[in-house]
């Protein structure tokens, strides 16, 4: 050991998200869970944050929903993804 600190190396979204989407349905539902009031509460995020947020929600989150046969899930991270847009548009 050379007392070096490895650098870390974050996963692509799509590894990432992937690996949620073949997680078990409860921890499926967890990160939903996650998301949505992570939703509810970013508006004092910068608005770039806010859209690259949205646009992750929208390509990788909605459709775990989907495939977790959710449909409470769904509806509510779709109702505050339109929420959100119409926030960062006006």
Same mark, same amino acid.
């Given at each position: 050991?050379?007392?070096m600190v490895k650098e870390k190396r974050k996963k692509?979204? $799509?590894? #990432?998200?992937?690996?949620?989407? @073949?997680?078990?349905?409860?921890? +499926? +539902?967890? %990160?939903?869970?996650? /998301?949505? $009031?992570? &939703?509810? @509460?970013?508006?004092?995020? %910068?608005? *770039? +944050?806010?859209? %690259? #947020?949205?646009?992750? @929600?929208? !390509? #990788?989150? &909605? ?5 977790? *046969?959710? !449909?409470?899930? &769904? %509806?509510? &991270?779709? +109702? *505050?993804? *339109?929420?959100?847009? /119409?926030?960062? !548009? @006006?």
């Amino acid at each position: 050991m050379t007392g070096m600190v490895k650098e870390k190396r974050k996963k692509s979204l $799509d590894v #990432y998200f992937g690996g949620i989407a @073949t997680a078990p349905i409860l921890e +499926r +539902r967890v %990160k939903l869970a996650d /998301r949505l $009031d992570n &939703l509810h @509460t970013l508006d004092e995020w %910068k608005q *770039e +944050r806010i859209a %690259k #947020y949205l646009d992750e @929600t929208r !390509t #990788y989150v &909605l459709p775990i929903a989907q495939f977790t *046969e959710s !449909t409470h899930w &769904l %509806k509510e &991270l779709e +109702r *505050e993804c *339109e929420r959100i847009s /119409r926030l960062i !548009t @006006t």
